[in-house]
């Protein structure tokens, strides 16, 4: 798999995309500003963007400073902490 680098900055920079201006597809925005993105290759769509339909593999840093966002954030791990470890679906 090659791994396409969509967008990177170092972290004391201010020059931040969202979501959508990077992952044109595959989720909804919930206020992210991205510092780094990468996807793979098959994911990248003509206009430089990734398709998270598409790709098998992407990464991000991203932060946000919405506090509606926290609070997802915060019941999602509070939630997923709780779930039994299951085998891939792959494995099965």
């Known amino acids: ?5 969509l967008h990177s900055i170092e972290p004391e920079s ?7 201006e990077v992952f044109s597809w595959g989720r909804e925005a919930l ?6 993105a990468e ?3 098959r994911g990248v769509i003509e206009d430089g963007t990734g398709d ?3 790709a098998e593999y992407f ?3 991203e932060v946000s400073f919405e506090t509606d966002v926290f609070d997802v954030a915060q019941s999602t791990i509070t939630q997923s902490q709780r779930l039994q470890i299951m085998p891939s679906v792959d494995v099965i």
């Open 1 to 5: 798999m090659q791994v396409v680098e």
């Open 14 to 20: 201010k020059n931040v995309k969202t979501l959508c």
């Open 31 to 36: 206020g992210e500003y991205l510092y780094h």
């Open 39 to 41: 996807i793979d290759s």
């Open 52 to 54: 998270l339909n598409k």
């Open 59 to 61: 990464a991000s840093v």
